[in-house]
């Protein structure tokens, strides 16, 4: 039977079984669309979460409880503009990603500087943390979908995942890149190959999209981390810290980094939101 013969309420029943497929959920959705740009912001501001997060410590005293206090503050009056926006705006999305990015590296700082929680007990504990997270929004939901974001129930297993995907790739990136001694540059080369394959996998071999889209968002958190340190750490480390030169960095300093990608994150907000004003998905919907 053609679809167009069928009754309007079938017809919207069946677009609406995947929520990631109805113009109507990706009008709706608060959150961006996954292009080039997403990736590309994404990155950034995981590295601003690692860089930033040191500089704002070391402006606060060297006090991880009062720069924790400080910038949860601030996330959590993000997620108040965030949640109460009935769309998706980038400036306030993309703020919100930053602060939360800040906050997931200060919350496992803490747990490893303050309570003595080693690394890898750190990335077992958030890795558990974060599948449960995904379970139970899964059980509640059915979908895992972030085109299916348009309810506060569902932004608030949202932010909840992607905060705990951002501790876990704290904890995780530190990990490999300084217990293991595999260091930020390789470090770097390993996390970014590791999403380049779960990007051929599902574009050749027919990887769930869902399942891919999360894979390579808990990958980027190390990546961005490995980056930012490569760029922010001293040229040369106190004799004996580092005799293979692996924990090694360009020198640039957590300020000049910083500055450089919430510049370029700005940059990048700018042309998104020029090419959605040009381009809005409510478009679909005539």
């Known amino acids: 039977m053609n679809q167009s013969n069928e009754p309007r309420e079938q017809r919207l029943t069946a677009s609406s079984v995947d929520p990631s497929t109805s ?52 996330l959590v009056i993000a997620l108040v503009f965030q949640f109460r926006a009935r769309r998706y705006i980038p400036t306030i999305y993309w703020v919100t990603v930053v602060l939360i990015s800040v906050v997931g590296t200060l919350i496992t700082d803490n747990m490893v500087e303050n309570f003595g929680v080693s690394l890898t007990t750190s990335t077992i504990v958030f890795t558990i943390a974060m599948f449960g997270a995904f379970g139970i929004w899964y059980a509640s939901e059915k979908t895992l979908s972030i085109h299916s974001v348009y309810t506060p129930k569902r932004e608030a297993f949202y932010w909840l995942a992607i905060l705990f995907t951002f501790a876990l790739g704290t904890a995780a990136g530190d990990l490999i890149a300084e217990k293991y001694s595999l260091g930020y540059f390789r470090s770097l ?90 381009n809005p998905v409510v478009a679909e919907l005539t």
């Open 23 to 74: 113009p109507m959920s990706r009008a709706l959705s608060k959150v961006p669309e996954v292009t080039l740009y997403f990736w590309i912001i994404k990155i950034l501001c995981t590295t601003v979460g690692e860089t930033f997060a040191d500089y704002l410590n070391t402006k606060l005293g060297d006090n991880l409880t009062r720069t924790t206090i400080v910038m949860s503050g601030s």
């Open 189 to 278: 080369l390993l996390f970014a190959g590791l999403i380049a394959l779960i990007g051929l996998a599902h574009w050749k071999a027919g990887l769930n999209s869902i399942l891919a889209f999360w894979a390579a968002y808990v990958l980027t958190r190390p990546l961005g981390a490995s980056i930012g340190d490569q760029l922010s750490q001293p040229r040369k480390l106190a004799a004996g810290q580092d005799p293979a030169g692996f924990q090694a960095g360009l020198g640039l300093g957590t300020t000049v980094t910083s500055v450089i990608f919430l510049v370029a994150i700005l940059g990048v907000i700018i042309v998104m939101t020029i090419n959605q004003r040009r």
